[in-house]
């Protein structure tokens, strides 16, 4: 069975599940297995599948800060790229994309250019 199967991120489409990262020369990946709210046990809120998952092949599970909202600018990305790996694309979802292009028919210097 695979995670996100298990336990999809939803509403976090622009938060990359897998972290890849070099501590002291070896490499390092951590996942996200689930979405946590600030105020459970880290195995409150582990579904019973993921709670297994993790069991079986010996993962340290920890918490750890996401962005909540994908990033409009290259400029938000980075930022948040700094508490975990984001994607910067345009949504799918139809109105978040009307907010966005909104936002950019907003913007002087585009508005100029089109």
Known sequence: MQLNQ?????????????HKRSVEGKVELSVILCH???HESLCTGM???????ANTYQL????????????LLKEERK???KLWPTSH?????????????QFL???PSINNSL
């Open 36 to 38: 946590q709210n600030e």
């Open 6 to 18: 298990i336990c999809p991120l939803e509403n976090l489409y622009h938060v990359k599940r897998v």
């Open 89 to 101: 694309h345009l949504s799918t979802i139809p109105y978040e994309l009307t907010i966005y292009q």
């Open 60 to 71: 340290s599970p920890y918490k750890t800060k996401v962005a909540k909202y994908a990033a």
């Open 105 to 107: 028919m907003s913007l």
């Open 79 to 81: 930022e948040q790229c």
């Open 47 to 53: 579904l019973n599948g993921v709670f297994q998952l």
